[in-house]
């Protein structure tokens, strides 16, 4: 990795820089230029560091972000359609409203961010972290949440169509959701909805109320 901090101002700081040159270069534009928006759609950004950047409106489809350090990033409205953030870490970042249909968030550290309104579908995002994170209004559907931490984790009105299985830890989890959603067992696959799913969650300690579809 290339390293390098500094340029611009706190919102354009690249603190370690992608090994891929087509992919450094478009960061260097975008450091270079205050007003100008990311745009690394299809790029290599594996292990690069941009903790604590503002990147509202990034256009990141398909984009490799494995082991990125996006910590406290700014994502708001971003779009991350196919991108790939495997063990990455967005912990703190914001989401607000950002896209990541069939993303990939396998083993991603995103505790204590904030995807209010965010559109998942198709995610795979097995042994992620989410830990006292926000889902306020959030829609996760086909999002495969197997081994997922959500402790603490708040929802509000958030479609919650996603699958579980026993390894998912769901303690202090709260607010309200919409079904249905999925447990995995080794027996199978069961749909579970209403009072059922709202029981199966709070049995594991969360304090959760399903909506009525």
């Known amino acids: 990795m290339i390293e390098l901090s500094g340029i611009r101002d706190e919102g354009r700081i690249v603190r370690v820089w992608p090994e891929d040159a087509e992919a450094a270069a478009a960061l260097r ?30 256009l990141l489809t398909e984009t490799a972000l494995r082991g990125a350090r996006l910590a406290g990033v700014d994502l ?28 990939s968030l396998r083993r991603a550290v995103l505790s204590g961010a904030d995807l209010g309104s965010v559109e998942m579908y198709n995610v795979d995002a097995c042994a992620a972290s989410f ?25 509000s ?21 919409f079904g249905p959603a999925t447990v995995v067992r080794a027996d199978g696959r069961h749909e579970l909805d209403g009072s059922e799913l709202e029981s199966w969650l709070n049995s594991r300690g969360a304090k959760v109320r399903v909506i009525a579809s």
């Open 29 to 58: 534009s975008w450091a270079a230029h205050e007003f100008v928006t990311l745009d690394a759609a299809g790029l290599d950004l594996s292990g690069v560091d941009l903790s604590q950047a503002s990147l509202a409106n990034a």
């Open 76 to 103: 708001y409205r971003s779009h991350l359609e196919g991108a790939d953030l495997g063990e990455a870490d967005l912990s703190g970042a914001s989401l607000v409203k950002s896209v990541l249909d069939h993303a």
């Open 131 to 155: 830990r006292a994170a926000s889902f306020h209004g959030a829609s996760l559907t086909d999002v495969d949440l197997r081994g997922a931490d959500l402790t603490d984790a708040s929802v």
């Open 157 to 177: 009105e958030t479609f919650l169509e996603v699958s579980f299985d026993d390894q998912t830890v769901v303690a202090g989890l709260s607010g309200t959701i």
